[in-house]
């Protein structure tokens, strides 16, 4: 069974790379640098990394990089550029197979992390979202560094938008949406973002060996070190394996 991802990422191709949200990439790394701690030459794997634009971003700036997502259609469209160190892989974020192997694992922008719950979201479990922290921090060497953004419950419910349903016990906020292709041609969609508290994102990390170092709000794009609130729509983790 596919994830409902997958048909979305199907229509939309490269024209992904077109929407406004995307244009923040050199903005996101500088800070995810920065605040991580990394430097050139450290093997960085990119969870639910769509097409390749923070993983192409890394690997010019001399990090080698391996770029994992769901979609094989994102994997084709991030292929088709080619960065030295950076190679990409289709896998599900919620059964990775990495053992100590990464310096950082990063998830940015609701790639592997968020997306798991909704209908069609193929075989699951309630705490799909822990499985995918599981296996980032499985990926990670001993001191290595987890970069996670995840959507903001505050905002969400804040700004709900008219046409969109929250769930509260489950924490989804489902949506109708128009989607295009690279042709131009729209087709309607629905989307489900598991949305997070700052606690829920520190329990998820402590419960999958991971010291949580930074929480900051965050707008896509506009990336800068903000205590938590409730007017930025995402929230980003940097944490540690244990």
């Known amino acids: 069974m596919t994830h409902w991802f997958e048909e979305i990422a199907d229509h939309v191709g490269a024209a992904y790379l077109r929407y ?3 244009r923040g990439t050199a903005n996101e790394v500088s800070f995810l640098i920065d ?7 450290m093997r960085v794997l990119d969870v639910g990394c769509g097409p390749g634009r923070h993983a192409h971003e890394l690997g010019g700036r001399g990090f080698e990089v391996v770029g994992v997502d769901i979609s094989r259609t994102f994997i084709d469209v991030a292929r088709r550029r080619s ?3 950076v190679s990409f892989a289709v896998a599900d974020a919620r059964t990775l197979v990495f053992d100590s192997e990464f310096d950082a694992v990063i998830s940015l922008c609701q790639g592997g992390f968020g997306l798991s719950g909704g209908a069609g979201a193929g075989p699951t479990r309630p ?3 822990a499985d995918v922290v599981a ?11 987890l970069g996670l953004s995840a959507f903001s419950a505050y905002f969400q419910v804040r700004f709900l938008e008219d046409g969109d349903t929250f769930d509260v016990c ?3 906020n489902h949506e109708r949406t128009m989607v295009r292709n ?4 729209e087709v309607e969609r629905d989307l489900w973002t598991t949305c997070f508290t700052p606690r829920e994102l520190r329990l998820l990390c ?23 609130n409730l007017d930025e729509p995402e929230f980003f983790v940097v944490a540690t394996r244990r």
């Open 135 to 145: 296996g980032m921090a499985a990926a990670l060497r001993p001191g290595g560094r």
């Open 35 to 41: 605040e991580m701690g990394l430097a050139p030459g």
């Open 127 to 129: 705490d799909a979202d």
């Open 170 to 172: 489950a924490g989804v």
């Open 20 to 22: 406004s949200f995307t």
């Open 83 to 85: 960065t030295p160190g």
């Open 206 to 228: 402590s419960g999958s060996g991971l010291d949580v170092d930074q929480l900051w709000s965050v707008t896509p794009g506009k990336y800068r070190p903000r205590p938590p």
């Open 182 to 185: 690279e042709a131009g041609e």
